[in-house]
C-alpha cells in the first residue's frame, strides 16, 4: 500500500535556525497535508498542496511540493519557541473517500 | 469549524476485556476517523467511516472493529483487549464526506489508554 516516508525524526535547532522537513511518498498522490502537533496537543491542520511544483507560504513557514506529486517539505525561516512540536505530512492518494497516509513526524526542538 | 470530542483522556484496562473508545464531532455527513499513535510510527490509520453504517478497514485494522450507528458518533472497540494496544487513540473528522474528501481533518485530544 501507499507509504509515506519522513524525515529527519527529530531535530534540534537553535532559535533563529532554519529548519526542514522532508516528505516522500512511494505513490504519486493527489494532495498533500502538513499538520503540527505541540507537545500534548493533538494534530492541526497547517495547509494543504495539490498543484504539482506549488510553493506556499505562511509568515515563516515553506511548503512545496515536487513536481512528480510524490514529495514534499516544510521550511521554517527563523525559527521561534513557538515552532517547538511534531511536523506531519500526510499524503492522499487518487481513490481514498479522504483517507490519509501520515508520515512518521518529525519532532522539532528550538533552544533559546 | 469542526469539533471533535472524545470521551476520556486516559484510559487504564486489563488484557483480554472489551474496550470501547467513543468519539463525537458535531457536523453532519462527515467522514470519520480511528488513529493510532506510537513514537517514531506517526499516525497509522485503524478504521474510518464515510457514512452511517459505512466503514472501511485502514492500515491496521486487526483486533479492532468500530461502530457508526449516527453520523455523529464513531466508536472504536477493541474485541479483546492486548498489551500491544497499549497507545495515544485519536478520532478525527472531515468536513465533506464522499469520493473526494479534500477537507482537512480536525482531530480530537485524543485517549491515552493503556493495557494492563
Known amino acids: 500500500g501507499q507509504q509515506v516516508m519522513q524525515i529527519p525524526q527529530y531535530q534540534h535547532v537553535q532559535e533563529g535556525e532554519d529548519f526542514t522537513t522532508y516528505c516522500n511518498s512511494s505513490?504519486?498522490?493527489?494532495?498533500i497535508q502538513w499538520y503540527k502537533q505541540r507537545p500534548g496537543g493533538h494534530p492541526v491542520f497547517l495547509i494543504q498542496?495539490?498543484?504539482?511544483?506549488e510553493v506556499k507560504k505562511q509568515k515563516r513557514l515553506t511548503f512545496q511540493f515536487g513536481e512528480a506529486k510524490k514529495n514534499s517539505s516544510l521550511h521554517i525561516t527563523a525559527t521561534q519557541t513557538t515552532d517547538v512540536g511534531t511536523y506531519f505530512c500526510?499524503?492522499?492518494?487518487?481513490?481514498?473517500?479522504?483517507?490519509?497516509?501520515f508520515g512518521q513526524g518529525t519532532i522539532l526542538t528550538v533552544h533559546p | 469549524d469542526v469539533k471533535v470530542t472524545q470521551s476520556s483522556r486516559y484510559l487504564v484496562k486489563r488484557t483480554g476485556e472489551k474496550v470501547f473508545l467513543e468519539c463525537v464531532q458535531d457536523?453532519?455527513?462527515?467522514?470519520m476517523f480511528w488513529y493510532r499513535q506510537d513514537p517514531g510510527l506517526g499516525l497509522r490509520l485503524i478504521y474510518f467511516?464515510?457514512?452511517?453504517?459505512?466503514?472501511e478497514k485502514g492500515d491496521i485494522p486487526e483486533g479492532y472493529s468500530v461502530s457508526r450507528e449516527k453520523k455523529e458518533r464513531f466508536s472504536l472497540i477493541l474485541e479483546s483487549a492486548s498489551t500491544n494496544q497499549t497507545s495515544m487513540y485519536l478520532c478525527?473528522?472531515?468536513?465533506?464526506?464522499?469520493?473526494?474528501?479534500?477537507?482537512?481533518?480536525?482531530f480530537g485530544d485524543g485517549t491515552r489508554l493503556s493495557i494492563l
Open positions: 498542496l495539490v498543484k504539482s511544483g
Open positions: 457536523m453532519d455527513h462527515e467522514n
Open positions: 500526510a499524503g492522499r492518494g487518487g481513490t481514498s473517500y479522504g483517507k490519509l497516509t
Open positions: 478525527a473528522g472531515s468536513s465533506e464526506g464522499g469520493y473526494q474528501g479534500n477537507q482537512p481533518q480536525h
Open positions: 467511516s464515510y457514512d452511517v453504517k459505512m466503514k
Open positions: 505513490t504519486t498522490l493527489s494532495n
